[in-house]
């Protein structure tokens, strides 16, 4: 897949079909990726697939004039579609490189089950379910639901739906939806009183450093409300109870757009849970609207488009 997805960039870029490619290339950290944004032919030969290309490139997009080709996964697909949708982009414009994903390997997860740094461990390595981790010459195996991201557990498209080449064959979902809301399960179980102190403590914590909004592909508005001085919506100082408001508000206004991506949660410095959030109401909106959004091109974005019937009787 790697080999050809490099052959295929080259492609574009030499024939002039594109003038941008978005992919990944190898991050200065072991195990890790990071985003590669060239017009270089030759830059193509970096681009790499595999278990660790965890960044959601959609929101790269709108940064970028000209035809682009992108490398997208399956929930970056949607991104896309979502972007399309809210006429950010235009489709001609985009070449949709889809990498079918059968979960991203999260990092924390392995350093904590094999109580080592990442730096420490010799090789990871995943074959169908099994994630192979060799420590000090020791080979160690865990069922990939105990490595992955918890989004990718509940991933309900891993071979992007919206694509103009796909780089390999289709794979399917994991199907571990609970444990992949077992967080959000232990929240809601929780009193309301319980439930209240455990965010004030968490976003106490928070040092509103917006990590959460700027990677996130909903999040597009060129000026934030919270940079907004008339009227001055929030305290610069990030106080826990002006950082609730932020989270509260940024998660309204991207409901019907997040695609439960996990990149807010993920680029949190603080690991505040803060997909808990976002797919409680990636929930509400499908519970309410039967809508999940990316999921159809063709579809008109949740929040412009209305029934001439009325589903709540208070209203008639």
């Known amino acids: 897949m790697q080999q050809r997805l490099r052959r295929k960039a080259r492609s574009l870029l030499e024939q002039g079909q594109v003038d941008w490619i978005i992919g990944f ?3 200065s950290l072991r195990f890790t990726t990071t985003p590669l944004i060239t017009k270089d032919k030759d830059d193509t030969d970096r681009l790499v697939v595999g278990s660790f290309i965890v960044n959601n490139l959609s929101n790269f997009l709108i940064e970028l004039s000209g035809r682009v080709a992108i490398v997208a996964k399956g929930c970056d697909s949607r991104s896309i579609v979502s972007l399309i949708q809210d006429n950010k982009v235009n489709r001609e414009d985009i070449v949709i490189l889809g990498v079918p994903c059968p979960g991203i390997i999260d990092l924390s997860k392995v350093e904590g089950l094999v109580a080592r740094d990442r730096d420490e461990i010799d090789d990871i390595a995943r074959q169908d379910g099994v994630v192979s981790v060799r420590v000090g010459g020791q080979q160690r195996e865990f069922p990939a639901g105990q490595v992955l991201f918890d989004n990718c557990l509940g991933c309900e498209l891993p071979t992007p739906k919206e694509y103009d080449i796909l780089l390999g064959e289709a794979t399917s979902p994991i199907g571990e939806p609970t444990a992949s809301q ?104 499908a519970d309410l609207f039967q809508f999940k959004s990316g999921m159809d091109i063709a579809a008109a974005p949740l929040l412009t488009a209305y029934e001439v019937e009325e589903a709540e009787d208070l209203i008639r």
């Open 182 to 285: 077992e967080t959000l399960a232990r929240l809601k179980d929780m009193p309301p009183d319980e439930r209240w102190r455990f965010w004030q403590q968490e976003f106490g914590r928070c040092i509103r450093c917006y990590a959460c909004r700027n990677v996130c592909p909903a999040c597009f508005c060129k000026r934030c409300f919270v940079e907004e001085s008339e009227p001055q919506w929030l305290l610069p100082m990030p106080r826990w109870q002006d950082n609730l408001i932020f989270q509260a508000i940024r998660n309204i206004h991207v409901a019907g757009r997040c695609t439960d991506c996990g990149e807010c949660e993920r680029a949190c410095p603080v690991n505040i849970p803060l997909r808990s959030l976002t797919r409680d109401m990636y929930d509400i909106v």
């Open 25 to 27: 290339e190898p991050g």
